[in-house]
């Protein structure tokens, strides 16, 4: 399978270390080797160098001109409707279910185990008439 996700121009990336912790941005420039220009007017990121060993990239890419100001990559986000692309990819759900993990209370928790302790029993019944019909039928 061949790479796709390049740092280049217009390349989404998910902040995934630093100030701007678990927010998307934009690549508006290279700056080296290590570090590009990023700006994420739709999500609350300024416009500000970032270490590419902070961030991933992610599959989404729009086009627009090297160096472009902000009211262009805002523009373009928006056209492109990348905030609802990436809210709902399994990359941004998965990190999502995540903090709702982290935030749960003891009572939450129990809330889940007896909902799963129920979901179980039902799927567990619906199984087993199941194999008895098969069995009957003298398919099992």
Known sequence: MPFRKFVEIGRVAFLSDGPEKGKIATIVNVIDQNKVLVDGPTSGVGRQAYALKQMQMTPLKVKFPFDAPTRIVRKELVANK???????????????????????????????????????????????????????????
């Open 82 to 140: 990348i905030d609802a692309k990436w809210a709902e990819s399994t990359w941004a759900k998965r990190l999502e279910n995540k903090t709702k993990r982290a935030n749960m209370t003891d009572f939450d928790r129990f809330k889940l185990r007896k909902a799963k302790a129920q979901r179980n029993r039902i799927i567990t019944v619906a199984l087993n008439q199941k194999k008895k019909a098969l069995r009957k039928a003298g398919k099992l």
